[in-house]
Structures are given as C-alpha cells and as structure tokens.
C-alpha cells in the first residue's frame, strides 16, 4: 500500500502502542582499566523496545515494571499494583532462588508430608544431595562427612551466581574456616575476620556419577513462568537448551581443580578456549537432547516422546508449591 493511502486509511493504533514499561538498568559496564562506568540496560529492555512498548519513568504509570531485587523489597509493599500491573519479581522470591532457602524448604515440606502421612508426596521433595549451610551446620556437616571415606563434597556461596566461588573437597581440612573457634571467650574482642564473619556456604555430596553425554557433564535450562501463587498458576515453555561443559568429565580425586569438567555454567566454560565453544556456545536446544535420548536410548513401551515433558512439569509444580506465601 502507498503512503498516500496511508494517510486516508484511519486505523486504530495496535495494542502495543498502548502498553508502558519501565527497566531497571540491571547491570554495570567495568572498562578494561577496572573503572565501573554508568549502569546499563540488558536484553530485557532491548526486547521490550521492540514489541513497540512505549517507556516512562513516571513512577506509577506502566503496565510492566522489570525491577531489580532492592525495588521489590523497599518499595513493594508500599505501593498499590492495579490488576494490570505486572513485575518481575514476587516479594520472597529469594526463598527458591537462594540455595541454602531452597534447601531448608525442600526439606520442610517432605517432613509436613510424612507427618500428614504422605509418603508418596514425601518422595517427590527428596531430590537434593546431602546438603548442609556452613558455618551454622558445621558439626553436622562433620559427621555426615566422616560417614563417606574419600567421597567428593561441592562447595557454593549461597548468595552468588555463574559458578563463582564453587570448589570441590574431598579433606575435611578444607572447610578449616568454616570451623567455629573452639577457645571462644565473650570477653576476648574479636579480630577484624571475625567482625566480618564468613561468608556462608552449602555443602553437598557430589553427584560422582552423572549421565553424561559424549562424556562430558550437562545440565537443563528451562523457563517457567509463575503468575499466582494463590491460586498456584505456572506456565512452563516447551523450549529450552541444554548447557554443556567444554571438558571430559573425570572422577580422578586429582582433577577436583579442574571446574571446566565440573561445572556447566556459560561464565565458566567461555573461558574453555575450546573451538566447540566458539561453535555452540556449550549449548543444546533442549529438541536436540530429546532427539539424542530417543536415538540412543528408545522410546520405553507405553511412553511417547512428550514423558519428559511431563516428567518434569510434575517434578516443577512441588518445588514452587512449597516455597512461603510470597
């Protein structure tokens, strides 16, 4: 059509027109000098732009809000959300997201089960390691220790991301900082590590023998989404990929430094130098993996191709179920 008939034709704006957002500037640009320069936008907003989404920074005037975590705890409660309103966070989203909350919530929700004698929906929250939060279960984690000779435990920082700070032990000499001071005295003053404290840490009983594929450790990647926890209302994408280590896994007690063949995470792995990486960025469209499992292992007698669909939508629906009312 012409741009002269165009103008003569009246049409209603599309509904995207109408929509306001705002962004949070989620993330800072470091320059090669280590100097943090202003706050910049990510692909969030990129792709809210591109829906034809119209930005404000009017503080109540926006259909969606994609905030950083500080907004939901000091201003959420202090506002009023008309039903079109929509963020990104809930208000406890920390209780799934951090490792040592989800943790402690898996485990009290298998004990309500038993309780409530459940044992079927017991068994579904029993998916975790052994895991213990240090410092606080250090004598726990002590004992369950000794219980497995020579086993290989994985340690993670539980407020951090992207494979920072893991490391994996097999000594018990290697948690010596997590140790609480058995010569403590109230009087004594504290030294200036004591006055920061240590940082926290979970503890669990590596899995030493994962299904791997071409010999190396993966892991899934998938994208739910949760709109109501009351009542509980999750929509799970069919998509999703597959993240791959760049390294042979290896068992070998001499290897534990060797995080490329452990962990999976794409902040981890870029740093391979591996051309496949280059070439995959370590990843699989999760139609792949399933593709792979059915060539390599078949279909099973009365399964078709969408049980690990399902599988997983069941294995979801209890860890978000039982997280507190956020």
């Not at 920074?57 to 039903?83: G, Y």
């Amino acid at each position: 059509m012409s741009e002269y008939f165009r103008k003569l034709i009246k049409r209603d704006p599309p509904p995207a027109a109408n929509i306001r957002f705002r962004c949070a500037k989620l993330h800072r640009v470091t320059d090669a000098a280590g100097n943090s320069k202003d706050s910049e936008y990510n692909t969030i907003y990129d792709v809210l732009k591109s829906r034809g989404w119209k930005e404000t920074d009017v503080d109540t005037e926006w259909h969606i809000f994609w905030c950083d975590k500080d907004w939901i705890h000091s201003a959420f409660d202090k506002m009023h959300l008309d039903p079109h309103q929509h963020v990104n966070h809930f208000l406890n989203h920390q209780e799934l997201t951090r490792k040592d909350l989800l943790v402690k919530n898996m485990k009290r929700m298998r004990r309500q089960c038993e309780k409530d004698g459940r044992p079927a929906d017991a068994s579904k929250y029993n998916i975790c390691p052994v895991t213990f939060v240090l410092p606080q279960e250090y004598s726990m984690f002590v004992e369950e220790f000794k219980k497995w000779t020579g086993s290989t435990w994985i340690m993670k920082p539980i407020g951090r991301s992207q494979g920072s700070g893991i490391f994996l032990i097999n000594k018990l000499a290697q948690t010596q900082q997590w140790k609480p001071r058995q010569d403590w005295n109230p009087s004594q003053p504290k030294t200036e590590d004591e006055e920061a404290g240590v940082e926290a840490y979970i503890a669990q009983k590596y899995v030493e023998s994962p299904l791997l594929i071409g010999g190396k450790k993966f892991d899934m990647r998938l994208y739910v989404c949760v709109t109501s926890y009351h009542p509980l209302t999750v929509y799970m994408h069919r998509g999703g990929f597959c993240r791959f280590s760049m390294t042979r896994y290896s068992s070998d007690k001499n290897d534990l430094n060797d995080l490329g063949s452990h962990l999976t995470n794409v902040a981890v792995q870029k740093h391979s130098g591996k051309a496949a990486y280059k070439r995959t960025g370590a990843k699989w469209d999760v139609h792949n993996l399933k593709s792979y499992l059915l060539t390599t292992a078949g279909c099973p007698s009365g399964m078709d191709t969408s049980y690990i669909q399902r599988e997983t939508q069941k294995w979801l629906t209890p860890e978000i179920h039982q997280s507190p009312w956020v």
